[in-house]
């Protein structure tokens, strides 16, 4: 009975204080709404100011490029099979650039995110400054990376695989480090008790238990950084995106070659992330990926 009675009083009290609550977050809320729309009507004013051309009647010229590209191709399809064994070998330099990018920097990751695991790095003082490291790595954009190296080292694939690479690491080593958080301590204990020094113990307590999740983002990343390999060739970092570049850039009389590699393109990314996928589900339930 004194329970309910007390009940009774706070009630009007604390319904009050949450209505106000309820309030203050809504003001706010509008607040922030109000804010976002400002800055971004005043940054697309600017845009159209500084633009060379007007936005809103340039909307009508979104298809122009895609159906020159498609009729230039179409009025010449009977060449389209030898546009795509030309440019078939810059599309292996892509894949492997992308692949040799993913290794290094997957390999990277792990060592990265082992000494940034709390609970399992070898120098704990040092987490943090692991965990930067991993920051600063794909805190920079892949292109940028790869235009500084271009200015340094010159044009060629060895600038994207360096750029790809350092982004790589930074990626997956967020994303191990978070995975080795969940990995069981027991291994690591009796590795011990049997005198096993850090090395040991990361190698055969921890990597076992977390490997078949490695290679599932290993693999996601695979299929960004054949992406990522095919745009950096638009700042002459070779592979498929560089002749991509020259097409475009030539303009009509050459759309029909830039259609192959648009071809050439999409058909290997969707078989990458067909096979990817039917390998990260198979990792994923404990399927043998063979």
């Known amino acids: 009975m004194a329970l309910a009675e007390t009940t009774s009083e706070i009630s009007p009290s604390v319904t009050s204080s949450y209505m106000a609550m309820i309030r203050r977050k809504r003001m706010m809320s509008g607040i922030m709404l109000a804010i976002f729309v400002v800055l971004l009507v005043s940054g697309f004013l600017v845009a159209q100011e500084r633009n060379a051309g007007d936005f809103l009647p340039g909307l009508s010229n979104v298809l122009g490029f895609p159906s020159d590209v498609v009729s230039e191709a179409w009025e010449n399809r009977a060449q389209l099979p030898g546009f795509l064994a030309t440019y078939f070998p810059s599309l292996i330099e892509t894949i492997n650039i992308a692949a040799l990018s993913t290794l290094v920097g997957g390999l990277a990751a792990i060592v990265l995110s082992l000494f940034a695991t709390r609970g399992l790095a070898k120098y704990p003082r040092l987490v943090p400054v692991f965990r930067r490291t991993m920051d600063l790595l794909r805190a920079f954009p892949e ?148």
């Open 143 to 290: 292109i940028v990376i790869a235009l500084v190296l271009i200015f340094i080292i010159g044009g060629g694939p060895v600038p994207a695989m360096i750029a790809i690479a350092l982004h790589t690491a930074g990626a997956l080593g967020k994303l191990f480090s978070e995975i080795n958080e969940n990995a069981h301590l027991g291994p690591l204990e009796g590795l011990e008790s049997v005198g096993a020094n850090w090395s040991q113990r990361m190698l055969l307590g921890i990597v076992p238990q977390v490997a078949p999740n490695y290679l599932s983002y290993a693999l996601l990343r695979f299929e960004i950084n054949i992406r990522a390999s095919a745009i950096l060739g638009f700042v002459g970092a070779g592979g498929i995106g560089y002749d991509l570049r020259n097409t475009i850039t030539f303009g009509m009389g050459k759309f029909d070659e830039a259609a192959a590699i648009f071809i050439l393109l999409f058909v290997t990314i969707v078989l990458v992330d067909q096979l990817s996928s039917t390998v990260r589900d198979r990792l994923t339930h404990g399927k043998p990926v063979l």
